[in-house]
């Protein structure tokens, strides 16, 4: 699921997903560009996600996923924190593409 630096440098188009329990948002980036711009949301839950996120895929044809796993701000897990990585594997499962995950604190969440 992860690559050197090397590889991840020739990554240029990436799907982004904000991983909820109930929603997940959408975003899809371009290194090239320097930008990224959301591009909806799931309103779906477990399994039904899939076919959702499918189609976002297939439009962007991302050469990878970036998944948003939320921490506290001290840096420990935060309950959601399992679920997102197991979605990540899920998906590097489901579709083949490289699975990359971004940190970020829970704003106002405090262990």
């Not at 020739?10 to 899809?28: N, P, Y």
């Not at 290194?31 to 959301?38: E, G, I, W």
């Not at 039904?48 to 499918?54: D, M, V, W």
Request: hydrophobic share 40%.
């Amino acid at each position: 699921m992860t690559q050197g630096c090397s590889q991840l440098e020739a990554l240029q188009t990436f799907l982004a997903i904000d991983v909820g329990l109930k929603r997940s948002g959408l975003a899809v980036g371009n290194r090239l560009l320097r930008s990224a711009q959301p591009i909806g949301t799931v309103h779906a839950q477990g399994n039904a996600r899939f076919p959702l996120i499918e189609p976002h895929i297939k439009e962007w044809l991302p050469d990878a996923i970036v998944i948003g796993v939320p921490y506290h701000r001290d840096g420990s897990a935060h309950e959601n924190t399992v679920h997102a990585k197991k979605f990540g594997r899920q998906l590097h499962g489901r579709f083949g593409l490289p699975v990359r995950t971004s940190c970020r604190p829970q704003v106002g969440v405090c262990a």
